[in-house]
């Protein structure tokens, strides 16, 4: 499978909660696949289950190497942090304290997970049929001007 059919796989089974595709994701996770993590992660996070979180959690101590992919674990971390949110646990402080896989491999201020946890949440509530802040934010940052009435820009006059 190539990384343009993992992806939509990926973003389908979010966007219909499809749990019965778990173990084909943990396939695609553990897989030297072409599936982007960022939606491996995503799509477990909008799963939202303790599995979920089980695997994001073996996968990151796998993972939190230098020589793996940035962007994935970033995600990873940042889908970790929005499951513990969402179930009341507290798996991702094993690797964010001093003495954690994170801060050995990321850095202080190296990665802005901060940043990359707000953009998360944004793709989850988007999944979800939420409305993100990204119309918001894409007229703010002149992406867009400011009559920009959705996801099309508006008829030129």
Request: net charge negative; with cysteine.
């Amino acid at each position: 499978m190539g990384w343009r059919e993992a992806t939509t796989a990926s973003w389908l089974i979010a966007a219909g909660r499809r749990t019965d595709l778990r173990d084909q994701l943990a396939r695609f996770l553990y897989a030297d696949s072409s599936a982007d993590l960022a939606d491996l992660a995503l799509a477990l996070a909008c799963l939202g289950g303790e599995q979920d979180a089980q695997l994001l959690t073996a996968y990151l101590r796998k993972a939190l190497t230098p020589e793996a992919e940035a962007d994935g674990q970033v995600w990873s971390l940042a889908a970790l942090l929005y499951l513990d949110d969402r179930l009341g646990t507290a798996r991702a402080q094993e690797f964010l304290g001093a003495d954690g896989a994170w801060e050995r491999w990321a850095g202080p201020g190296e990665q802005d997970l901060k940043k990359t946890r707000h953009e998360f949440e944004q793709l989850v509530l988007l999944m979800e049929g939420g409305k993100p802040d990204s119309r918001e934010r894409f007229v703010r940052d002149g992406v867009y001007s400011s009559g920009w009435r959705g996801w099309w820009q508006p008829p030129f006059q």
